[in-house]
């Protein structure tokens, strides 16, 4: 058993952000908002192991440096604002398009998608993809980045109520947002990134 359930992070900085420490429990969400360039998504980035840092990380005691980066990057997933494609068709980014078609659903979108080419969709359209892309690796963490700044109200709410379900499995949130509602509604505990550092506060 754990003695730490959770993620934590320990003294964590690069030369922008930090130092941060912070841990957040299984079914938590921890919201951070930022003035624009304060380093919210770099933050996000050191806490995925995608930029150099020193300090440390661990996901129910285990620490990020034990496991090969990308199995790291499974478990503690990092959905960018603006996602990156390898491939122009939409398909070669979900393996399993069985489990697929059911998280596509959850998010208003039709299986056929996946027979498009990623230039055709819309930007809402690619970032509910690229939160599907991410999710049938049943990360135990999402490290969100604006998760629904493309979305219209009802497909915001059909996102937000797929994420609760996972949270309400003990899924652990880190979500950057400036939706004010959103964090209100979804966050368990509010901190603005202010000089690199993280400050609690009340709900915005
Ligand atoms: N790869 C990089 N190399 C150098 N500087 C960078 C790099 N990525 C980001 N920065 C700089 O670090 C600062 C923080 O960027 P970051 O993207 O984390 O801001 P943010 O708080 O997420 O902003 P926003 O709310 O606009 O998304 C910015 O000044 C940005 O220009």
């Given amino acids: 058993m754990s003695t ?5 992070a320990t003294d964590l900085r690069s030369s922008r952000v930090g130092p941060v420490t912070l841990h957040v429990r ?3 969400c921890l919201a951070i908002t930022g003035p624009s360039g304060s380093g919210k998504s770099l933050l996000l980035r050191l806490l995925a192991d995608l930029d150099p840092h020193t300090g440390r990380v661990t996901l129910d005691d285990t ?3 034990s496991i090969p980066g990308h199995v790291w990057r499974e478990r503690v997933a990092y959905f960018p604002a603006e996602p990156g494609w390898w491939s122009e068709q939409a ?12 998280l596509l659903g959850s998010v208003g979108l039709s299986e056929r998608m996946l027979s498009s080419k990623i230039h055709t969709l819309s930007t809402g359209e690619r970032q509910r993809l690229a939160l599907v ?10 490290l969100l980045d604006e998760p629904t700044s493309a979305l219209d109200p009802d497909s915001t709410a059909l996102v937000e109520q797929m994420l609760a379900g996972l949270k309400r499995d003990g899924t652990i949130f880190i979500l950057v947002s400036h939706n004010a509602a959103q964090t209100r509604r979804f966050a368990d505990r509010h901190f ?3 000089d690199g550092r993280l400050e609690e506060g009340d709900a915005p």
Avoid: F, I, N
């Fill in 4 to 8: 730490q359930p959770g993620l934590v």
């Fill in 26 to 28: 299984p079914g938590e």
């Fill in 63 to 65: 620490d990020a440096q």
């Fill in 91 to 102: 398909c070669d980014h979900v393996a399993d398009t069985g489990a697929a078609r059911t």
């Fill in 133 to 142: 892309r991410g999710l049938l690796h049943k990360p135990k963490v999402l």
């Fill in 192 to 194: 603005t990134l202010r």
